[in-house]
């Protein structure tokens, strides 16, 4: 059984349906990259699993346990954050403060977890007393994954984790991505930057107007024409 099992759901904003049947698994030691073009409902079912957006038909299902419309606080409990790609850190919090609100359902000694995160993230340490707010865009997208990591997740959601940094900045974060993964962690993610994603994922799903259009490991994926033709720019 797959960690996260994401069974033919439908659902949408308000009365709109943005998902129309969308399949996705992960197993507990892959990194997932979901692609696919604007509007395909990539961030949609991210949300849709993490209980930002209802579900109306459909089953999510989480280390063996249904999670389908949970609310994010209960979600959170079973193993599985989420990064969203915007509004992901608390910008008048110094680095640190940022770090302990992520613990926010611990009641266990958090340092462990500190430690491990400056060890992922260096900058962040250098850092730990700035505001998140006069950040890098990198860093605090470091910032944002770190504070994720306080909760020990099964699971680590991502959203755009590298929209709008430098070549530089966004070859680091998928190098940490890979680090953290390494580390018994699992990833799904949402990612523009297709081909460098699915170079090092394991899996890859590609949705086209809510639904599944093609579902292959990285490599299979990168080397199909009609993948490449139509939504890796060639």
């Known amino acids: 059984m797959a960690l996260l099992e994401v069974k033919r759901i ?34 949609t079912a991210m949300k849709a699993v993490f209980g930002l957006v209802k579900i109306r038909e459909g089953v999510v299902r989480f280390d063996g346990a249904a999670i389908t419309n949970l609310r994010p606080d209960r979600v959170v409990r079973h193993g ?40 992922i993230f260096p900058p ?22 770190g504070r994720a990591l306080m909760l020990k997740p099964k699971l680590l959601m991502l959203d755009e984790p590298t929209a709008g940094l430098s070549p530089k900045m966004i070859e680091l974060i998928f190098d940490r991505i890979r680090e953290i993964n390494r580390l018994g962690i699992g990833v799904l993610m949402v990612e523009q930057n297709a081909k460098l994603a699915l170079s090092f994922a394991h899996r890859g799903y590609v949705l086209a107007m809510g639904q ?13 024409r009609e993948v490449a033709e139509m939504f890796l720019g060639g």
């Open 212 to 224: 599944n259009r093609f579902m292959d490991t990285g490599p299979n994926l990168l080397a199909n």
């Open 80 to 119: 599985l954050c989420y990064v969203p790609q915007e509004r992901n850190v608390f910008p008048t919090l110094s680095v640190h403060e940022n770090l302990e609100m992520g613990a926010f359902i611990r009641s266990d000694d958090i340092r462990p977890e500190i430690a491990r995160v400056y060890e």
């Open 10 to 43: 439908v659902g949408g904003y308000g009365g709109a349906d943005i998902l129309h049947g969308v399949n996705l698994e992960v197993e507990g030691d892959e990194i997932v990259v979901i692609i696919g073009p604007n509007g395909a409902g990539k961030s």
């Open 124 to 145: 962040l340490k250098e850092r730990r007393t700035s505001r998140a707010g006069d950040l890098s865009g990198g860093q605090r997208q470091m910032v944002a994954i």
